[in-house]
């Protein structure tokens, strides 16, 4: 019954994926294309409502959005690393990291000049990660805020399609 409307929314949906793709790339953050491959939609149209959701790996919220350090950083959402967390621990168990910096060719060197290993890297990073956070890159909040405003004038002239529609279809163009 609502098609203009469900168009409208989705492309409205399509837009914000699309740019906040292009803004993981524009930013490098798109190594493995995890996440970007992850930012996906769900349109729900029924009779009475609809509801859109935008779905993304869950580390994707803390990407746009950023993580405070224990010693220094800002997030947007309050997100934050306790001195407790466990950061070099994850990274022990999933060498997450340390595959990032093989990857990128990223590797350190120690006190003798020597370089460390990939893994050891990877532990140096989680250390100046916990310590410094990650910075807000807003790559899903900016295409979306962008988009929004706008959407509630899209939205009522595509409403306003609908009902004209069932209008005519129900008077059979008869007045």
């Known amino acids: 019954m609502l098609k203009n409307v469900q168009s409208e929314l989705n492309a409205f949906a399509k837009y914000v994926i699309s740019q906040s793709r292009a803004n ?11 996440l970007y491959n ?22 994707g919220i803390f990407q746009d959005r950023g993580v405070k350090g224990t010693e220094k950083g800002k997030s947007l959402d309050n997100f934050s690393y306790k001195k407790s967390s466990n950061v070099v621990g994850m990274e022990y168990h999933t060498q997450t990291f340390g595959k990032w910096a093989k990857r990128r060719g990223v ?7 020597r370089y460390v290993s990939h893994k050891q890297t990877g532990f140096m990073l989680a250390q100046v990660i916990k310590k410094n956070g990650i910075k807000p ?28 529609q069932l209008i005519k279809s129900t008077t059979n163009g008869n007045n």
């Open 107 to 113: 590797q350190f060197r120690d006190k003798k000049g």
């Open 24 to 34: 993981l790339t524009r930013g490098k953050n798109n190594d493995t294309k995890e």
């Open 38 to 59: 992850s930012l996906k939609y769900d349109l729900n149209v029924s009779k009475n409502s609809f509801g859109l959701e935008f779905l993304m790996n869950q580390y």
């Open 137 to 164: 890159s807003m790559f899903f909040t900016k295409p979306f805020k962008k988009a929004f405003k706008n959407l509630d004038k899209d939205i009522v002239s595509a409403f306003r399609l609908d009902v004209e």
